[in-house]
């Protein structure tokens, strides 16, 4: 038998998956050559006018590696959240932060524990870097059951503790009276990573307070509010010796300069944010009043985002692919007990209206076939 240079056995027990199927992949399967983007909980209503402006004056110099260190940006996101740039670790995006952390506080086979059918970026990085992904059952609507994470992090001692606060896919809201109640009951040594990607949409005040702990990771993104997904850019909050230990191994070239000032000038319009939160809430109502109107169950969310019941598994999926046929692109929660519904994205008004158009024939396509 011929032998050839092989992966270690952690990566060879990783099944084979494609985590996010792009939106230009599935247009090419159904032979359209774009889509109404309602599936990756991108904006759309785009970045701030200020950081395009920014971007665009930036490009000329794309020849010049980015500040690795981006210290202007963790100037200015330091003074937004009261600590020290110490304090702050830029990379491209949350999702090669959790790796980052994945790789920097487990080792082969440690227990990490998360909600069930969160977001599934972060169980992917768990089982790629081979530690043992270990999930609580949420309540029936998807949203974390904050007591049972407690009780079972007190059972398995986990090196990582997730919580994606507003939950992806529920869309789901942990008021800071609980998520302070699970932080607090973790054991000495267990990490705390909060994931507040969504942490723009949350009525205010009921996030958990600014503050840097030395057992938590806070995430945050410039890929939703501030509609920079495709620069991939986010950062984290934490001990200063966390960040430092992060110092030694991240990608110090990761982040590429024109997402960095195209960041810093986003953080300066604010009324350009605010401008999206209230267009999104706007969305978000409107969404739940068209699935009253039609007899669809909607969950409750605090995200840009929300989820429509189908019924079954095979309905969502079915609904997902018939709306795909008529060129709207859309999600589905993969794990029980919210794998019958389908998640969508608050398009714009345009948008929304062909979602409408576009859900209530593929619905009454389903029934029909159904019956």
């Keep these: 038998m011929s032998q050839h240079p092989q992966p270690t056995a952690a990566i060879r027990a ?6 996010f199927v792009a939106p230009e992949e599935l247009a090419r399967r159904v032979g359209r050559s774009s889509l109404v983007r309602l599936g990756a909980n991108e904006s759309a209503f785009g970045p701030s006018p200020l950081a395009i402006a920014a971007m665009q004056a930036a490009v000329p110099m794309v020849s010049i590696y980015g500040d690795p260190e981006s210290v202007d940006l963790r100037t200015a996101l330091a003074a937004r959240h009261n600590c020290t740039i110490e304090n702050i670790v830029v990379g491209s995006g949350v999702d ?15 227990p990490v524990l998360m909600s069930h059918g969160s977001y599934a970026t972060f169980a992917f990085q768990v089982i790629g870097h081979g530690l043992d992904l270990i999930t609580v ?9 904050i007591e049972a994470m407690l009780a079972r992090a007190r059972e398995i001692q986990p090196k990582i503790v997730y919580l994606a606060n507003p939950d992806n896919p529920s869309g789901s809201f942990v008021d800071a009276d609980a998520v302070a109640r699970l932080r607090d009951g973790l054991p ?14 949350v009525t205010s005040g009921t996030l958990l307070p600014e503050g840097i702990d030395e057992r938590t990771i806070r995430l945050h993104t410039f ?9 991939r850019i986010g950062y984290a909050l934490a001990s200063r010796e966390a960040i430092a230990t992060f110092q030694k191994i991240r990608n110090h070239f990761g982040v590429n300069r024109t997402a960095q000032i195209g960041a810093l000038a986003a953080l300066d319009d ?16 409107e969404y739940h009043a068209f699935g009253k109107r039609i007899g669809v169950r909607t969950l409750p969310s605090q995200t840009n985002f929300v989820c429509f019941e189908i019924g079954t598994r095979q309905a969502a999926e079915a609904m ?4 795909l046929e008529r060129g709207v692109f859309v999600r589905k929660p993969g794990e029980p007990p919210i794998n019958g519904y389908i998640r969508v994205t608050v398009g714009t008004p345009e948008e929304r209206a062909l979602f409408y158009e576009h859900f209530a024939a593929a619905l009454d396509a389903l029934r029909e076939r159904v019956s």
Aim: aromatic share 10%; proline share 7%.
């Design 96 to 110: 090669e932060l959790l790796g980052l952390i994945c790789r920097t506080y487990g080792a082969l086979g440690d």
């Design 223 to 231: 890929s939703k509010a501030y509609g920079m997904a495709g620069a």
């Design 320 to 323: 997902m692919h018939g709306l």
């Design 14 to 19: 990783v099944p084979a998956t494609t985590p």
């Design 188 to 201: 000495p040594d267990t990490l705390f990573v909060l994931d507040e990607a969504y942490a723009h949409f």
């Design 137 to 145: 059952p949420p309540f029936s609507d998807g949203s974390v059951d």
């Design 270 to 285: 604010q009324a350009f944010v605010q401008h999206v939160v209230a267009e999104v809430a706007r969305g978000r109502e």
